[in-house]
């Protein structure tokens, strides 16, 4: 079975630069999660999915990040315009249904550096 | 705001001991409890899940699970210096939408 896909894996921007990620699940798994990891912290839920409804995105700084899941299998993460505190791994993970007994899988992140 | 909370460490253990990870979580109808293992520069990975109270096994893993206190712990019996890396406890509560919460993680160093 293939695991959480990511793209890219690392990224280098500027400030005020707008940058996009791209995380395709497990098939077949409903849920799906973005995190932001910064260095020395847990992962923090930024937006949560069930098929290609928003579930929770109380955490999503809205005025520069927004995050879309059209037709319940892919999604994209943008930032516009990034901060030099956006610095970090953006982690996606997917679960077969939005449980509490949902195990996450993750995909391998991608590394953001914004200068 | 639902909070789980870990000791940072660095927790440093000989070869061969017991380390004893736990982490305390402050909302009441937390249903389900992860332990996760994070290597440096890698992506977390499950290692225990456990949603009853009392002792879950599985290999050199134990996890513990004290409702009442409000705590879980993770023990690996027999350390080895590959499970030095980061062990992250998650929190799903019941309910509503399962929306999961980490602690920082806690950092193991397993010296030979």
């Known amino acids: 079975e293939a695991g959480v896909a990511q793209s890219p894996r690392y990224k280098i921007i500027e400030k005020r630069q707008s940058v996009a990620f791209w995380c395709n699940p497990i098939s077949g798994h409903a849920t799906l999660y973005w995190y932001q990891q910064i260095l020395g912290q847990g992962p923090k839920l930024l937006i949560q999915?069930?098929?290609?409804?928003?579930?929770?995105d109380s955490q999503l700084p809205k005025d520069r990040f927004s995050a879309e899941r059209l037709k319940g299998v892919d999604s994209t993460l943008k930032i516009q315009p990034a901060k030099l505190e956006d610095s970090a791994v953006y982690l996606c993970?997917?679960?077969?249904?939005?449980?509490?007994?949902?195990?996450?899988?993750f995909g391998p992140g991608t590394r953001l550096l914004v200068l | 705001q639902k909070e789980v909370e870990q000791n940072s460490g660095p927790l440093s253990v000989p070869e061969g001991a017991i380390a004893s990870l736990n982490c305390t979580y402050s909302d009441r109808v937390s249903q389900s409890f992860f332990w996760y293992r994070q290597y440096s520069g890698k992506s977390p990975e499950l290692i225990m899940s456990?949603?009853?109270?009392g002792d879950k096994e599985d290999g050199r893993f134990t996890a513990q699970l004290n409702k009442a206190s409000q705590y879980v712990s993770l023990l690996i019996r027999d350390s080895q210096p590959s499970d030095s890396a980061t062990y992250l406890c998650?929190?799903?509560?019941?309910?509503?939408?399962?929306?999961?919460?980490f602690g920082r993680g806690t950092s193991l160093i397993v010296h030979p």
């Open positions: 999915f069930q098929n290609n409804g928003v579930v929770d």
């Open positions: 456990i949603y009853s109270n």
């Open positions: 993970a997917s679960s077969t249904a939005g449980t509490s007994r949902g195990t996450q899988y």
């Open positions: 998650a929190v799903i509560p019941s309910g509503g939408s399962y929306i999961p919460t």
